[in-house]
């Protein structure tokens, strides 16, 4: 394999792992606080559609993803208000998220499907991002480097500030944190706030880094798959850093195996294209067959918190 | 102490309503600077919501705290810190992933950077001479260790007043000591601390004033060293307190539970294992089990009641019947019942109505189920039952038995099993958390099942327990059981030694003979 095809294939990688890297570090840190988000999916469609439609209409990547950031925390909100507030399930409310954001974003995008916009590209000089080797290192997207610089800020976060600790406290005895005197409840609504923005980021990177249209559930599974990383990586940011990337690879041998020839066409596409799910599912078959308690689930993740006064 | 300075804290007319019950009404008392003042009361006498309403948890409905002399609202428990009152909990409010020091930190309202704080930590730790290891993760630390957590991370804060909720409730002998001697040490600093029991002897030990609660109303203030644990204990209840009735003459009937060469297998690194164990049970007689929690009490009744398997199916026999393969309801079904230790997800499901916790165990034995259905008729009647002969406040057989207090929720397991009339019956700490009145009917319940024939193994770290209502006992240590004596030959030092193994050094065992047993029986 030549040098510059390598650089493309790292590159491919890398753009493939970005909006699950970013959906797993919001779904990571709403999981640290206790609460299991699984609308994940719902949310990336919403920030796709919204990020296209800004995208479209204006032409600024930047104003693109904010609005998909913006649209990614109202629509967590809605879980927030079901789930802390009312004290609604939250499987069964994650679940719905995911349904409402699959048909909300298809009506919303109706009118844009096969629309083309520009692609959200290195704000690097042509030089560096166009160089054929520094291309590398430059010539990402700038959504590459933010999911990068996120990896470290949650894991900084959670690990060394006394915000984090008192996150993770909450996820970890959501009563004794409240005994302590701090509100869980409004806890666990900021940690969803920011799970929302991310997976709106992380849904807007599907248009604006990946296919640069609107297609009906253009994240495709996507959002699962960050749901799933999570716990494979162990509530960890850098080890999911790993598992997003180990997902974007294979995701990229699905491409390369659809172009046809070469050692990949001797499996068919189709089971090259199911492999991230096969992937999590003996992930998550892995993990769960580890020693009971040996696992670094937060205590108190999905429990409902109800204060006794 | 200097009487004119102005009260530490003085409690006026505080009344809190919950629907249905009056958990405080008018409760007034007042505590000294550098006093130790007692709360006494039964469970649901309205001691912790008292104390919840002082720390800032939940807002009195009405009355007056002053603190330092002057009138205070607490509305939360930043607030009642920033006072200078702190709290170790009963229950630790403990992070188990975290680290001590990040549990301590969680603790603190100022944010410190965690090197300074670790240095904080020292500082107390040496000062009160308390031992422990800031970097540890919570969930490896013992429960004496645990709190040992809460009570550094209260003094951090210099508190002028330390509220203590039930805090031996968990704790060894020897820990028990050790606790005693920092809180001595930090009232003689001048901090006022209201210590929460209903181990009375403790409080005879440890504390200036008692204040007694019963009903929510403050029923007396006393001297503690000037009372018996029976006159307080006779007033916290409200009634004499019934001693326990055994027959002077009884005999024991042939050995029913015959255990020889009983191992298991560590659960994990952490855990104790049992390590042939053997010993024998005639009918009508009451075998103790003493020992310093963590010795192997949990994995000897997981391996009696059937919940962990041993190899040999002789190990244990019940009448001649080998149990030693049997699970849980095979051995339940020929008539061993086991009361574990954790009351509320082993010994109970929360989330369950009482009639179906009793489902889970009765059901073979009373056929509450028909066909594989159950019999709610059947469930609710026995419940019924349990509820009135054993005194369980509690609405009816179809409350939730989270909405029980531990109390009662122990009555209503203690009883659940006794009516079944169990040819053995196994307990592990029957008594744990309930007050002087339960613990008497419990008791007698037990000496009377014995009466009846059956054969009693009970486990529990209180020696006075065991003494008062056991014809024989040994002691565990390490996971291997001591030789068997009987309750008149065993002098409090042997069994202190027996129970010291390596975990203590001799003269550390101290127990206070014969001071419980006036509340015990």
Redesign the interface.
């Known amino acids: 394999m030549s040098t510059d095809l390598l650089i493309a294939v790292v590159i491919t990688v890398i753009g493939a792992s970005t909006p699950i890297l970013i959906a797993a570090l919001g779904e990571l840190v709403v999981e640290k606080a206790g609460v299991l988000n699984l609308g994940v999916e719902g949310m990336m469609l919403i920030g796709a559609v919204t990020g296209f439609i800004v995208m479209f209409t204006t032409g600024n990547p930047w104003l693109a993803v904010f609005a998909a950031a913006v649209a990614g925390l109202l629509s967590s909100m809605i879980f927030a208000f079901l789930t802390l507030s009312l004290s609604a399930n939250q499987v069964a409310t994650g679940l719905a998220l995911t349904i409402f954001g699959t048909g909300f974003s298809a009506l919303a995008g109706q009118e844009y499907s096969a629309r083309p916009v520009g692609i959200f590209r290195s704000v690097f000089p042509a030089e560096l991002a166009g160089h054929p080797v520094w291309r590398l290192v430059f010539g990402h997207s700038p959504l590459v480097y933010f999911s990068l610089i996120m990896v470290f800020v949650v894991w900084w976060f959670l690990k060394r500030t ?1 915000p984090g ?2 996150l ?2 909450v996820g ?2 959501d ?3 409240h ?4 509100s869980v409840i409004s806890i666990r609504y900021a940690a969803v706030a920011f799970g929302g923005a991310m997976a709106g980021i992380a849904g807007a990177a599907f248009p604006l880094l990946l296919t640069p249209q609107w297609a009906e559930r253009m994240t495709a599974g996507r959002g699962w798959i960050a749901v799933a990383l999570v716990v494979f990586a162990s509530w960890r940011p850098f080890r999911l850093l790993a598992g997003a990337y180990l997902f974007g690879l294979v995701m990229t041998v699905e491409l390369y195996s659809k172009a046809g020839g070469g050692p990949l066409s001797a499996v068919p596409a189709e089971l090259w294209a199911a492999m991230p799910y096969i992937a999590t599912v003996v992930v998550l078959v892995l993990i769960s067959l580890r020693r009971a ?1 040996s696992t ?1 689930a ?2 108190c993740l999905g429990k409902p918190f109800l204060a006794t ?1 | 102490m200097d009487a004119n300075l102005p009260f530490r804290l003085q409690l006026s007319g505080i009344t809190k309503q919950f629907p249905g019950v009056l958990a405080n009404d008018r409760v007034t008392f007042s505590v000294r600077p550098g006093d130790i003042h007692a709360l006494l009361g039964e469970n649901g006498a309205g001691k912790s919501t008292l104390v ?1 309403m002082i720390y ?3 807002a009195p409905d009405a009355g007056e705290i002053a603190f330092d002399g002057e009138r205070v609202e607490i509305a ?3 607030q009642a ?1 920033k006072l200078g009152i702190g709290m170790v ?1 009963q229950h ?7 680290t001590v020091l ?1 549990n301590i ?3 603190m309202d100022a ?1 410190i950077r965690s090197r300074d704080l670790e240095a904080r930590i020292r500082e107390v730790m040496i000062a009160y001479g308390l031992n422990l290891d800031p970097r540890r993760i919570v969930a490896t630390l013992s429960v004496g260790e645990r709190q040992r957590i809460e009570i550094v991370r209260a003094l951090l804060l210099n508190p002028k007043l330390l509220i203590m909720d039930e805090p031996t409730s968990v704790l060894t002998p020897q820990e028990v000591e050790a606790l005693f001697k920092t809180l001595r040490q930090v009232a003689a600093q001048g901090c006022s601390i209201l210590y929460i029991s209903h181990k009375l002897h403790e409080i005879k030990a440890l504390c200036d004033t008692a204040t007694i609660l019963r009903g929510g109303k403050v029923v007396a203030t006393c001297d503690p060293k000037q009372e018996t644990s029976r006159s307080m204990a006779e007033r916290m209840i409200g009634a004499s307190l019934k001693d326990i009735k055994k027959d002077p003459n009884r005999t024991f009937g042939e050995p029913k539970l015959i255990v020889s060469g009983l191992s298991t297998k560590a659960e ?1 690194e952490f855990g104790i294992a049992v390590e042939d164990v053997g010993f024998s049970v005639r009918a009508g007689e009451i075998f103790g089990i003493a020992g310093v929690a963590g010795n192997g009490q949990n994995a000897l009744l997981d391996a009696l009641s059937g919940e962990v398997l041993g190899e040999n199916s002789q190990a244990i026999t019940l009448e001649g019947h080998p149990l030693g393969l049997l699970d849980t309801t095979g051995r339940r079904k020929l008539g061993l019942c086991a009361v574990p230790e954790e009351r509320n997800g082993h010994a109970a499901v929360g989330d369950f109505t009482l009639a179906d916790n009793s489902v889970l165990t009765a059901r073979d034995r009373l056929k509450m189920v028909v066909g594989g259905l159950i019999d709610s008729g059947a469930a609710r009647t026995y419940t019924g039952r349990v509820i009135a002969e054993f005194a369980v406040k509690a609405l009816g057989p179809l409350s939730m038995a989270s909405s029980l207090s531990g109390g009662n929720l122990q009555k209503f397991i203690m009883g659940r099993e006794i009516l079944q009339r169990p040819s053995v019956l196994v307990v592990c700490q029957p008594t744990w958390g309930v007050d002087a009145g339960a613990a008497a009917a419990i008791h007698q319940a037990l000496v009377d099942l014995a009466a009846a024939g059956s054969a009693i193994v009970v486990i529990s770290q209180d020696l006075d327990e065991l003494l008062t209502l056991c014809d024989t006992l040994a002691v565990i240590n390490e996971g291997r059981l001591s030789r068997t004596l009987e309750v008149g030959e065993a002098s409090i030092e042997e069994l202190g030694l027996l129970m010291g193994g390596v975990h203590g050094t001799p003269e550390q065992v101290s127990i206070e003979a014969g001071g419980g047993v006036a509340v015990q029986a």
């Open positions: 006394r600790l008192i993770r406290a970890e005895n009563l004794s944190a005994s302590i005197g701090y308690g670094s937060p205590a006064n | 919840k800032g948890i939940m939360n428990p930043k810190r909990f630790f409010s403990l992070f188990e992933a975290l990040e930190a969680l603790g944010s994990d």
